[in-house]
């Protein structure tokens, strides 16, 4: 079987010629071979806010989703 060599715009460029669901499909694909890293991520991204708020005297789980966007920003902007 021969090999076709594309660079990343080709690819692109030739998945935007696909019909919606055919891009669909391609999207998921893509997705499902990033997930276990997605996953990962993601657990450890909730566990440290859990721990960071927690070093600052919050409770994560009681928090309101308001005050959760203030303490990230404050977070964020800290010195």
């Known amino acids: 079987m021969a090999t076709l060599t594309l660079s990343n715009k080709q690819v692109i ?3 935007k010629q696909l019909p919606s669901q055919q891009q669909a499909e391609v999207f998921k694909y893509l997705i499902l071979q990033q ?15 859990r721990i960071v708020a927690q070093e600052h ?3 994560w789980g009681a928090m ?15 010195d």
């Open 13 to 15: 460029d030739l998945v």
């Open 35 to 49: 997930w276990s890293t997605w996953d990962s991520l993601s657990s450890y991204g909730a566990e440290r806010v």
């Open 57 to 59: 005297g919050l409770n």
């Open 64 to 78: 309101t989703e308001e005050e959760r966007e203030t303490f990230i920003d404050n977070v964020l902007h800290e």
